[in-house]
């Protein structure tokens, strides 16, 4: 086939941190990469995120967490996908991570950890390199 | 009946998004899908809601939902943004305003993207109503921003047409006036409580009445209503108006449904055709490299694109004949 799938990502900020500018810019980028980028809006939860990922059958989930509490609802977001049966969905967060937790993040399917300083363009070129449009 | 078939009518969701995602991106095996389930349409009730960007069309068709919900009628939503013509993606952000019904099961909500020339948005778009209409929705509410033929064919689509404008619109309404106004079965002027609602609303009724100056006896006449998405005002009202226009739609003769119908079919296999004929031609031209080759030519000044169309095109006609 000539023709390709799209991509499609889902860009959610999950728990009560209010602070989106930073996921809406990396929207924006997703976009002017190509991407079709669902945005989710604030305050969502593990399970509104995954129900949305699910229905919107986008192939990576990235989500931003400013608020300190990565280490609760990133992995949350992961096992909940998994409970579903849904293993064709890479998960990768991005915000105010501390250097210790990234290997924790890691170990429990949180495939890519992105911290400030990150650049549009390294970010980009990651899911193009590291996610591919389902196939079949 | 093929497995997938069989989950889309049980409602299955992961077999839904997986099988409009197939549509959106024109995977070949999803017509024999398609054709199967098309025995097990025609249930739902599809209601089109377009109007400019920042009407409020994500917050009312939220409000939508939540009402509906409360009768115990189950919803699909597909909400359409545009895609970007330059880098072909697309921020879909009318979720934010229905987020609150993602944990229900009652609820489908899908955002799709225009997807630029050959996307044939209005052909896909019908295909996944199709799709959640086969899954048991009750209600499936279709939302665009209504510029242009192919999103205008989407509207048509639907068989209850909102069309949605703010106070203060005096040019937009203009704008719309052409081609959109003439679908339009409901009218709401949303903010309303913000100055100029009732200018607006002498301005709408005068463009309304004057598309429906030719008396007909019960001839459907728009009624314009005026709402506040935000603080669920003036939904209720919306919903009791989309129910009699459903009702005077079932009370039209029969000979006018008939005749309706099959306008409405003839619209949609014409679409149909166009837009596989499209794909089937570009596809096999791309596969065979001609494509790429006359794009070559003509950048190099060696040939001009109506020739270079001729060549491609006329020997694939002459295979059709």
Not at chain 1, 12 to 27: M, Q, T
Not at chain 2, 64 to 75: A, L, T
Not at chain 2, 222 to 247: C, M, Q, Y
Request: with cysteine; aromatic share 4%.
């Amino acid at each position: 086939m000539v023709r390709e799938r799209k991509l499609r990502v889902m860009v959610a900020k999950p728990g009560l941190d209010g602070h989106d500018r930073g996921a809406r810019i990396i929207a924006r980028a997703f976009r002017d990469a190509g991407f079709e980028v669902v945005y989710t809006g604030l305050h969502q939860t593990p399970d509104s995120i995954v129900k949305a990922a699910i229905q919107e059958d986008v192939d990576l989930i990235g989500l931003s967490s400013l608020a300190g509490a990565h280490m609760y609802l990133f992995p949350e977001v992961v096992k909940l996908l998994r409970e579903k049966g849904v293993d064709d969905i890479v998960v990768v967060g991005g915000g105010i991570i501390p250097d210790d937790d990234i290997s924790k993040l890691k170990a429990q399917g949180i495939v890519e950890i992105f911290t400030p300083g990150a650049k549009l363009d390294d970010m980009v070129d990651w899911v193009k390199t590291n996610v591919k449009p389902r196939s079949g | 009946m093929s497995s997938a078939v069989e989950k889309v009518i049980a409602g299955d969701v992961r077999t839904v998004a997986r099988l409009i995602r197939d549509i959106d991106d024109k995977i070949p095996g999803v017509r024999d899908v398609l054709k199967a389930l098309y025995a097990h349409t025609g249930k739902a009730y599809v209601i089109g809601i377009t109007g400019a960007p920042g009407v409020g069309k994500s917050t009312l068709v939220d409000q939508m939902v939540n009402h509906y919900r409360k009768q115990g009628k189950s919803v699909g939503v597909l909400a359409v943004d545009p895609t970007s013509p330059f880098s072909g993606g697309a921020i879909l952000g009318d979720r934010i305003r229905m987020q609150r019904h993602s944990l229900d099961d009652g609820v489908f909500i899908r955002s799709l993207a225009t997807r630029g020339h050959f996307g044939g948005l209005s052909q896909s778009t019908r295909s996944a109503i199709d799709v959640l209409d086969a899954m048991g929705k009750d209600y499936i509410i279709v939302e665009t921003v209504g510029v242009g033929q192919d999103e205008v064919d989407v509207v048509k689509s639907a068989q209850t047409t909102v069309i949605m404008v703010i106070p203060g619109m005096g040019d937009d309404i203009q704008a719309i006036k052409a081609g959109i106004l003439e679908v339009g079965d409901i009218f709401v002027i949303n903010k309303a409580d913000r100055e100029g609602a009732d200018k607006t609303f002498n301005e709408l009724r005068q463009m309304i009445d004057m598309g429906h100056n030719r008396y007909e006896e019960g001839k459907w006449k728009p009624p314009i209503l005026k709402a506040e998405a935000v603080f669920d005002r003036g939904v209720t009202e919306l919903l009791e108006t989309i129910e009699k226009h459903r009702s005077h739609l079932f009370s039209e003769s029969r000979g006018k449904t008939v005749r309706k119908k099959k306008e409405r079919v003839r619209e949609e296999l014409a679409e149909m055709i166009k837009s596989r004929l499209i794909q089937e031609v570009l596809d096999r031209l791309l596969e065979t490299g001609e494509f790429d080759g006359a794009v070559d030519a003509v950048a190099a000044g060696e040939k001009d694109p109506y020739t270079a169309c001729d060549d491609l095109l006329l020997p694939k006609l002459r295979a059709l004949k």
